[in-house]
């Protein structure tokens, strides 16, 4: 009988075959080839014995243990599996655990990790000596066998003390117990990284010192999708004499950091606007819903990217507007918009100056389908069971804890997240951040978006489209309907509505053409439906639409939403009618042709932005309003920066401009179902 120890190098299963070969040795060369053969005569217990050796490796070489493999003198054919054993007494420093953490992470490395996302590796010690040592570290970082190892070395020192030793669940609740290292973005690309400690250094000597028990953990790192996101902040006035709202710059950016350090992402791709809110103050969560929604209507309809999800962001300065989203729960719809408050509140535990960032975290989570579940006060919606007790990240400490990987931009520090503490952002309760139930639920759901198309066209599914996949896209005979309708001068138009289906009352909110853009949330069934009135005696058509009810319902309230459709309207349409249970409950008629637009200047700057002036022939009507967009790519893409407006004038604002750098403007006056625009010559913002 033999014994080989060292470290799992490589595990693979022969293609097609039920063998598996392990590579283990003290490096990936020497390294000896072993092997574990499932046989078809094998009994039951043969096999469940050998799956389990199996187990223990791949678990050895994710966690980095070194591994004692048993195997007949002569034969590669492994017999038993232990890991080896760590003594203390013979060298009191001994390292315990090498965690690879992004957002939230267990010891076994449960989460998935993702290719380019800040990661830190945590390396947990213990001094079973009676004379305290304060240590640094440096690590070997290797992408495959032949790349020569790069060193890092901590980012800083710590101090182990007897006391505390064999205790690595406990200084996993605090950053300052591990020595911490932030890999390099040249080592968290897409595929594995093999992580071991090259040395341990006394601080106060200088001099390395030996540890045992190592760990060699191989790690994979997966490429993933970015999260695509506009935040758009919402302006309002109030008091006598008014005073203006808006977000700070502090909002919008501690926002994105957050996303990118809590989502399972890699990348942000965002861009920001400022645009005035159409509702008086207090206007409501369900009233910036409806107007974001007709602001990324517009969008999409401009060469937006179909699959950004935009967020309203409203200062709570003047009253607090509690949040809300669109809840997209069975198929990804990045249609789906949110908006909650921000302002400097630290409800007690977030003293980061904003917490507009967990709560925009939470309705960005129901755009991508996360539900409650149902902790601290909120509607159990999740009916998958929550693993974890009380709304938190892990049952025990032993498990899962939270790590904030920090933002060097914004001098936010490492801090770990006890998840005994902490709480899962789908929940009501303080404390907040992803746990790695909805972490991976979140993932799927990019994935899943990812796949979809990044812009809409005749033909094209339709992204918006709800319920059941078939029922996500119009049916042949609605496509063919279009296809011909669309010869005979038919237009597209974005309606936004606002429904409560309990006191069965809507209300149009806004319409808009949007050329080129394909029928969007039209199912086969739906207690609300969209009726288009011809002129005359030809037959009106109705289409049974979507309606994404409020996320934060509770059973006592009335089921408000919001229907954000795509429908078709013919040149001798008079009216759009909404019907909830088969009863009009709003009607849009089209004012006349909008008026002609001559000219958009500049009229003159403050410190905000650029006033601009609209000069029409005549003033705009009921029923009439301009909507405002900016490109800053030539006119590839455009950006709503205002919609529904009545009066001829407007701020470009500053702070969401790019500056620099040439921006164009257009107007739209619209009726609903026509349109007409101008667009301005080039305009160029200098800070
Ligand atoms: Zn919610």
Known sequence: MAVTTGFVQRFTWLKGGPTACVWVGPSPSPAELLFIQILPADSPSTVAFKRAMVGLLVKAQVTGREVDVGHPDGSAEVTSVATTSCNPSQTPLQLDAIEITQAVQDLAQAVPLIARKRTVVRVYLSNYASAPATVRGELRLRRGPSDPPLILPSLNTTVLDQAQAGNPSAARTDATRSLNFVLPDSHTGPGPLAISIADVTDVVSGNPVAFGCDRRPSVWFHASPPLRVRIVGFRYAQGMPPVTYTPTNLDFQMLLSWLGRAYPVSQVLSSTGLVDATAPPPFGCGDINAQLAA???????????????YYGLVSDGGFFMRGCAGVPYSTPDPSAVGSGPTGPGTWGWDFDGTYGDWYGGHELGHTYGRLHPGFCGETQDDLLRYPFAHGQLANTDSSFVGFDVGDPVLNLPLTALRGT????????????????????????????????????????????????????????????????????????????????????????QYVHPVPGASISHVVDESPVSLRVVEQGDRRSREYPVEVRLNSELSPADDREGLVDAVVPVTGTARAVELLIGGDVADTFEPAREPPAIRALRAVGTDADGVRMAVESEQPIEQSQSYAVQVSSDGGRSWQTI???????????????????????????????????EVRHESLRLSG
């Open 421 to 508: 503490q902490w709480h899962d952002v789908m929940t009501y309760c303080n404390y907040q951040w992803l746990s790695s139930y909805t972490y991976q639920g979140i993932r799927l759901r990019l994935l899943a978006e990812a796949a979809l198309p990044a812009s809409t066209g005749p033909g094209a599914p339709s992204p918006g489209g709800g319920g059941r996949p078939d029922e996500r896209y119009p049916g042949p005979a609605r496509i063919e309907q279009t296809a011909a309708e669309s010869a005979a001068g038919e237009t597209m138009i974005s309606v936004v509505a606002r429904v409560n289906l309990t006191k069965r009352q809507g209300k149009v």
């Open 295 to 309: 602001l990324r209507a517009l969008d999409m309809s401009s060469g937006g990217d179909q699959r950004t999800h």
């Open 642 to 676: 205002g919609v529904g407006l009545r009066e001829p004038t407007f701020t470009l604002d500053r702070a969401h401009l790019p500056e620099g750098r040439d921006l164009e403007v257009r107007v739209i006056a619209t009726n609903g179902f026509t349109s007409r």
